[in-house]
């Protein structure tokens, strides 16, 4: 991001909030990259708040942690800046209102989440989604990924832990069908169906496709 455009943000979210951000970020040893998304974090919550409250983006379509992959038919949301991402937020605790979404996809995420993180995760979720809205969600098949590496296939130790190649890039807990099905039945979800993987990944490693409903 351009220096000089980001300090004229800092000045705008400092006198619109009544802080100074930028003297905390530095005293707190925060780099300028790290500061810049944190800013737009705080933006973008306001941004996906006006939003969804505008009647004319009716109905919402949500793509969580979607990376550097865009869909068009969809709102794309990650929590870091790229390409890809429509608004910079944490999808673990969305700012919307309860049922205000009609669907929400969710690629190679839900790994990378602690197992409590990923239950206070779908409670946010299936809250926020109307009656009868459909959630979609694609991850490593755990179950898959030990059984080929104890057959010999080595690689399949980065599926199991992740790449590790930035903050967040550690997988921290592992499904099988069950284990999927058992948590999103916990917070309400019902018609929970084991469906072919679509996403790219299906071609690097074992995957898991579940759909569920809202009921």
Same mark, same amino acid.
């Given at each position: 991001m351009n220096v000089k455009l980001l300090m004229n943000l800092f000045r705008r979210v400092d006198t619109k909030l009544n802080i100074n951000s930028y003297q905390i970020a530095r005293l707190s040893y925060l780099k300028l990259s790290d500061y810049a998304h944190i800013i737009l974090r705080v933006v973008d919550k306001y941004r996906l708040i006006a939003f969804a409250s505008n009647s004319k983006n009716s109905p919402i379509k949500l793509h969580l942690g979607c990376g550097k992959k865009r869909k068009l038919d969809r709102i794309n949301i990650d929590w870091n800046k790229s390409k890809a991402t429509d608004f910079v937020q944490d999808i673990n605790a969305l700012p919307l209102k309860e049922q205000s979404v009609v669907s929400i996809e969710s690629y190679h995420v839900v790994e990378h989440l602690s197992e409590k993180?990923?239950?206070?995760?779908?409670e946010n979720w299936y809250k926020i989604l109307?009656?009868?809205?459909?959630? #979609?969600i694609e991850c490593p098949d755990f179950d898959e990924t030990v059984r080929e590496y104890l =057959?010999? =296939?080595?690689?399949?130790?980065?599926?199991?832990?992740?790449?590790?190649r930035f903050p967040g890039d550690a997988h921290l807990f592992g499904y099988n069908f069950e284990r999927?099905? %058992?948590?999103? %039945?916990t917070v309400g979800f019902s018609e929970i169906k084991n469906c072919d993987p679509q996403d790219y990944h299906k071609d690097e490693q074992p995957c898991l496709r579940i759909?569920? #409903?809202?009921k």
């Open positions: 993180d990923a239950i206070r995760t779908f109307k009656l009868n809205g459909q959630l #979609v =057959n010999g =296939n080595t690689k399949r130790i980065y599926d199991v832990y992740g790449m590790r999927l099905k %058992s948590a999103l %039945s759909e569920a #409903v809202k």
